[in-house]
Nanobody
């Protein structure tokens, strides 16, 4: 599976961004797509995941109510709508594909995209 993330950029606190992740190379039936992020000097952390077939979701507490994940199965694409952004949301955001759900562990995801940078200014 190849993953291509996009949509990052610079936004003011309180603003919104939508990230996209396009998957190619195989069908995603039975898989889970997730978003992780890594802030400067910090470890990569789980943000949210969605099951491809049923669209079940699982969010990190830090983004609940502000971020929304969705998928377009026809386009093999997952979206991350980020609202009410905070400076602490600044990070490189990575999409990933795995098989386990729900899980927050990086090791449960086998394929990773290249990341897209989100910068939230105060």
């Amino acid at each position: 599976v190849q993953l291509q993330a996009s949509g990052g950029g610079l936004v003011q606190a309180g603003g919104s961004l939508r990230l996209s992740c396009v998957a190619s190379g195989r069908t995603l039936n039975g898989y889970v797509m997730g978003w992780f992020r890594q802030a400067p000097g910090k470890e990569r952390e789980f943000v949210v995941a969605i099951t491809w077939n049923l669209g079940r979701t699982y969010y990190a507490d830090s983004v609940k109510g502000r971020f929304t994940i969705s998928r377009d199965t026809a386009k093999n694409t997952v979206y991350l709508q980020m609202n009410s952004l905070k400076p602490e949301d600044t990070a490189v955001y990575y999409c990933a594909v795995g098989k386990n759900f729900p899980t927050t562990r990086l090791s449960d995801f086998d394929y990773w995209g290249q990341g897209t940078l989100v910068t939230v200014s105060s």
